[in-house]
């Protein structure tokens, strides 16, 4: 019976090297090389991010087991032989996560490398960022959404790519109409507005936000519909529109200089 050869090495090769001294007649040496494959477990992590109670959350399961058990960390897990990153971070996101068939956004985030970051082997992760309106509370009893303020110390390095996470979502709302994709199919511009507030930590003037979005070249649609849900005047509804770069661009405040004329 034919011996298994091992997955972590490559089939020797022999290779033949001439000299100059070869060239004069010397004679040839050969030599084999053999490459050392290293195990690496390759996972998906998510960032999944969304509004709820007025506050930024995020989604986090505490562990039951070693290491850091009982701490929270990002839902994720590691990548079948059989599938690639994005069918993998959809399955992580319907099992693990407990949001099948939700309309989140997903995007590759980074890749996360550093020999230190997993105790207990090395791994590599794949962070996945994802955007959603308020969603429910998942079907998995360890999972719940957090509040982004409150999840300062998590496990392995998952504090580090949701602050990663976070960061790319506000830069993702100056430069594209991914503000939308945290509010439902219809809604107002007061609605949107508290989404960049709470994205970016910081409040805008209504009138400035409201002259930046409604001129921003197919951001917003109007759907001829109007709610007083609010309570005061009657609001015009409105829907994401064709754009997913906004020209003109909507610019952080507190990054770009003087927040009077910025939305």
Not at 72 to 84: K, Q, S, T, V
Not at 174 to 197: I, M, Q
Request: aromatic share 8%.
């Amino acid at each position: 019976m034919a011996r298994s050869r091992s997955p972590s090495r490559f089939t020797p090769q022999f290779y033949v090297l001439r000299s100059n001294a070869s060239r004069a007649g010397v004679g040839y040496r050969r030599y084999r090389a053999t490459v050392t494959v290293p195990r690496i477990g390759v996972s998906v992590d998510l960032v999944i991010l969304t509004v709820r109670a007025g506050q930024l959350a995020a989604l986090a399961w505490r562990r039951d087991g070693e290491p850091y058990a009982d701490m929270l960390a990002l839902p994720g897990g590691f990548i079948r032989l059989d599938e690639d990153l994005p069918a993998a971070a959809a399955r992580v996101l319907a099992e693990r996560a407990g949001l099948p068939g939700e309309p989140v956004h997903l995007e590759q985030l980074r890749t996360y490398g550093y020999p230190d970051r997993d105790p207990t082997r090395r791994a590599v992760s794949v962070a996945y960022l994802g955007l959603a309106p308020d969603l429910p509370a998942p079907d998995q009893p360890q999972m719940s959404w957090q509040p982004v303020s409150a999840l300062t110390r998590m496990a392995f390095d998952h504090a580090r790519i949701l602050a990663d996470g976070v960061e790319r979502a506000g830069a993702k709302l100056e430069y594209t109409s991914l503000a939308a994709a945290f509010c439902r199919d219809e809604f107002t511009v007061a609605e949107l507005r508290r989404v960049y507030e709470i994205v970016w930590g910081t409040s805008l003037d209504p009138r400035n936000f409201h002259r930046k979005v409604t001129g921003a070249h197919n951001f917003l649609v109007e759907t001829g519909e109007v709610t007083s849900s609010g309570g005061g005047r009657p609001a015009q509804l409105y829907r994401r529109g064709s754009a997913v770069l906004l020209h003109p661009p909507m610019l952080r405040p507190h990054r770009h200089g003087d927040d009077r004329e910025l939305p």
